[in-house]
């Protein structure tokens, strides 16, 4: 009998070791930790979105500040009248804080217009030139504004607007919170605007009037001012750095004689512009004229199409010609850029000479590598006529196109009657090193062959006015117009550096 085998079980150790789930000790941390994290994230994602609006708003305010900032500084270093009165020739609609006289003869206009109470729209609006005449003495007001062109807003929401103006009156600044009636920005050195936004973001834009640094005093009583003005933009290469003089203040309709009256023109950028005009004629007489001076004109007109400086002084939202009658013209200009003469019989002459020019920014130091232009603004014809220019500084030319310097404005005439073109008779031809040009002119063109180009040149003086060489003190420029019954014409201005 075989003996018996006796199996006996063993129980696995790990089945009396196998632990699932969590201890209480475990539950009670996580319960009291996890809601403490998800808190503190949550209030951080809330202040973050709560900050969202502000930050917006803040960004949208500094945008606002930098554009007020552009057009503030243009509009007041152009601006030849302003005032804070809320109801003298305001343009367009709202509460005028600041009302400008554009040296264009355009009226601004920064308002006030209400938006969510208790907050306000900072708005720039703009309106036509007005007709009534804005060089004047201070006393008279520059007129009423044109139609509305355009009205931007520059700042929104904002909670606070405040101007002032600082003034320097016999060697006294001082601060004006309230400028009641037009004031002529001569010795007004500062304007301000101060804006309180929304968003609490405190800004200052301020500016300076091109003509703060210019009185007439020890002028003499004769003293004017203007702006030059710049032509429509795309009407020629330099139409928005060549900054015609308008000579509308300077000379009496139907002068024959003007002696040294002082020309202070403001130019943008900040310059003052200063000479000493003088004219003499024999049997001619003189008066400032637009552009273009007659339709055969080259300067000032659109001779086949194609305009050559128009619209000099005009609003820049002009159109750049105008059509007559089916024919293409050069618009004309908002200044009298042109000093025109009209013989009375015989041969008329007359010599129209600039003296003494400076060219300074607004703390008086001397301007270089700017340019003092003079050109033919009528046309020279074969009666004969002729314009001599002479300068103590070396002449260059200035061309119409790349093409054409003066196309067909002095020339010979062929064997069949038709202009030789190309200054054949521009002397000297080609203009270098010279202090003397002359245009004369074998050639009375027909209305069906108008000019093709005119002379235009321009002499560059010393840093500080002087010229060099010849011991002759500051620079000068002079054009004899001469004509045999005819007219003539000639026109000055400032190529900016």
Same mark, same amino acid.
């Given at each position: 009998?075989?003996?018996?085998?006796?199996?006996?079980?063993?129980?696995?150790?790990?089945?009396?070791?196998?632990?699932?789930?969590?201890?209480?000790?475990?539950?009670?941390?996580?319960?009291?930790?996890?809601?403490?994290?998800?808190?503190?994230?949550?209030?951080?994602?809330?202040?973050?979105?709560?900050?969202?609006?502000?930050?917006?708003?803040?960004?949208?305010?500094?945008?606002?500040?930098?554009?007020?900032?552009?057009?503030?500084?243009?509009?007041?270093?152009?601006?030849?009248?302003?005032?804070?009165?809320?109801?003298?020739?305001?343009?367009?609609?709202?509460?005028?804080?600041?009302?400008?006289?554009?040296?264009?003869?355009?009226?601004?206009?920064?308002?006030?217009?209400?938006?969510?109470?208790?907050?306000?729209?900072?708005?720039?609006?703009?309106?036509?030139?007005?007709?009534?005449?804005?060089?004047?003495?201070?006393?008279?007001?520059?007129?009423?504004?044109?139609?509305?062109?355009?009205?931007?807003?520059?700042?929104?929401?904002?909670?606070?607007?405040?101007?002032?103006?600082?003034?320097?009156?016999?060697?006294?600044?001082?601060?004006?919170?309230?400028?009641?009636?037009?004031?002529?920005?001569?010795?007004?050195?500062?304007?301000?605007?101060?804006?309180?936004?929304?968003?609490?973001?405190?800004?200052?834009?301020?500016?300076?009037?091109?003509?703060?640094?210019?009185?007439?005093?020890?002028?003499?009583?004769?003293?004017?001012?203007?702006?030059?003005?710049?032509?429509?933009?795309?009407?020629?290469?330099?139409?928005?750095?060549?900054?015609?003089?308008?000579?509308?203040?300077?000379?009496?309709?139907?002068?024959?004689?003007?002696?040294?009256?002082?020309?202070?023109?403001?130019?943008?950028?900040?310059?003052?512009?200063?000479?000493?005009?003088?004219?003499?004629?024999?049997?001619?007489?003189?008066?400032?004229?637009?552009?273009?001076?007659?339709?055969?004109?080259?300067?000032?007109?659109?001779?086949?199409?194609?305009?050559?400086?128009?619209?000099?002084?005009?609003?820049?939202?002009?159109?750049?010609?105008?059509?007559?009658?089916?024919?293409?013209?050069?618009?004309?200009?908002?200044?009298?850029?042109?000093?025109?003469?009209?013989?009375?019989?015989? #041969? &008329?002459?007359? @010599?129209?000479?600039?003296? =003494?020019?400076? $060219?300074? %920014?607004? !703390?008086?130091?001397?301007?270089?590598? +700017?340019?003092?232009?003079?050109?033919?603004?009528?046309?020279?014809?074969?009666?004969?006529?002729?314009?001599?220019?002479?300068?103590?500084?070396?002449?260059?030319?200035?061309?119409?196109?790349?093409?054409?310097?003066?196309?067909?404005?002095?020339?010979?005439?062929?064997?069949?009657?038709?202009? #030789? &073109?190309?200054? @054949?008779?521009?002397?000297? =031809?080609?203009? $270098?090193? %010279?202090? !003397?040009?002359?245009?004369?002119?074998? +050639?009375?063109?027909?209305?069906?062959?108008?000019?093709?180009?005119?002379?235009?040149?321009?002499?560059?003086?010393?840093?500080?006015?002087?010229?060099?060489?010849?011991?002759?003190?500051?620079?000068?420029?002079?054009?004899?117009?001469?004509?045999?019954?005819?007219?003539?014409?000639?026109?000055?201005?400032?190529?900016?550096?």
């Amino acid at each position: 009998m075989s003996p018996r085998v006796r199996c006996t079980r063993v129980a696995s150790r790990a089945s009396t070791t196998d632990e699932r789930g969590f201890t209480l000790i475990e539950l009670m941390i996580v319960t009291v930790i996890v809601p403490i994290i998800i808190g503190a994230l949550s209030v951080s994602l809330i202040s973050v979105f709560s900050l969202q609006s502000s930050v917006s708003t803040r960004l949208g305010d500094s945008a606002n500040s930098q554009v007020l900032t552009n057009n503030f500084s243009t509009d007041v270093q152009r601006s030849v009248w302003i005032t804070t009165s809320p109801t003298l020739s305001q343009c367009g609609t709202g509460t005028q804080l600041l009302g400008i006289v554009l040296g264009s003869g355009e009226f601004v206009s920064y308002s006030e217009v209400p938006a969510t109470t208790p907050y306000y729209d900072l708005v720039r609006n703009l309106c036509s030139p007005s007709t009534a005449p804005t060089t004047t003495a201070p006393t008279t007001t520059p007129g009423v504004p044109g139609a509305l062109e355009t009205s931007t807003t520059l700042a929104y929401n904002v909670e606070n607007l405040a101007v002032t103006a600082t003034q320097w009156l016999s060697g006294v600044s001082t601060v004006l919170t309230s400028v009641s009636t037009w004031t002529s920005t001569n010795g007004i050195s500062d304007v301000n605007l101060t804006v309180t936004a929304k968003s609490n973001l405190n800004y200052n834009v301020a500016a300076e009037p091109l003509g703060a640094d210019s009185t007439t005093t020890g002028l003499g009583t004769t003293a004017t001012q203007n702006t030059c003005g710049f032509a429509l933009p795309g009407t020629g290469t330099y139409a928005r750095t060549l900054c015609f003089f308008d000579f509308a203040s300077y000379i009496p309709a139907g002068a024959i004689a003007v002696s040294n009256v002082p020309i202070h023109e403001y130019v943008p950028g900040g310059y003052l512009f200063t000479a000493n005009l003088t004219i003499s004629t024999s049997s001619s007489t003189v008066q400032p004229v637009k552009f273009p001076t007659y339709s055969a004109a080259f300067l000032g007109n659109a001779i086949g199409g194609t305009p050559f400086y128009t619209g000099v002084g005009c609003p820049t939202t002009d159109t750049a010609t105008v059509t007559q009658d089916g024919n293409v013209l050069g618009q004309p200009s908002c200044i009298s850029p042109a000093i025109y003469m009209y013989s009375q019989g015989g #041969t &008329g002459t007359a @010599t129209v000479t600039l003296s =003494n020019i400076t $060219l300074t %920014t607004s !703390t008086g130091a001397f301007v270089t590598g +700017y340019g003092i232009v003079t050109a033919d603004a009528e046309t020279t014809d074969a009666n004969p006529e002729s314009i001599k220019w002479t300068s103590n500084v070396d002449f260059n030319q200035v061309p119409d196109t790349p093409t054409s310097p003066e196309g067909n404005a002095c020339s010979l005439v062929n064997s069949n009657g038709t202009a #030789t &073109g190309g200054g @054949t008779d521009l002397t000297p =031809n080609p203009i $270098l090193n %010279t202090t !003397t040009v002359t245009c004369n002119d074998a +050639y009375q063109e027909p209305s069906s062959q108008p000019r093709t180009g005119t002379v235009v040149l321009d002499v560059s003086p010393p840093a500080n006015g002087a010229s060099t060489g010849n011991g002759n003190g500051l620079t000068w420029v002079s054009a004899l117009l001469s004509s045999a019954g005819g007219k003539q014409a000639v026109s000055f201005g400032l190529l900016l550096p």
